[in-house]
């Protein structure tokens, strides 16, 4: 009986174990399309990732630093014209203002992201409700899909973290 209990006890143990682990959540972003065209993000006309939104005051936004969407080669985009659309759909943190912090101490701050040079409005703001854009996609190998981002400071101060994802559709 005793070494019963005991075995009892150490496996109820290592399974309250297993009931401590950690949990996590995969977000999957993709589309199918006919066309496929890889972009590259350009700031500044260097390639990369990152757009440096610099410091801005409390309660105030900063100025709109401008990003591009281009070919990586125009030469596999030549059968998009201005009569396809391209669809750029967003994924992130947004909110009904734009792109919520995901890190850092300025956790109530915002990045304001608009089109610059989209279908219809040449300015379409990109947020929770509204994070997909057109553009005519023969841009994409010419002056590329304009962006404008500008960081809005609020009360907290600090560092401010976050990231989007996109994907693109021609139609």
Known sequence: MKKSIINSFIGLSMISGTALASSG???FFGNVSETTCDLAVEVNGSVTGL???GTVKKNTKGSYIPFTLKAKNPDDCTSLSSSNIAEISWAGAFNGEGLAAQSGSASDAVV???TLNSSGNNEQDVTVSNNTVQFEANKV???????GAALHGKEQVGDFRSAAAYVVTYK
Not at 141 to 147: A, D, K, P, S, V
């Open 51 to 53: 757009v440096q939104l």
């Open 112 to 114: 304001y992201l608009k």
């Open 25 to 27: 959540e995969v977000s």
């Open 141 to 147: 190998t010419q002056e590329g899909f304009r962006f």
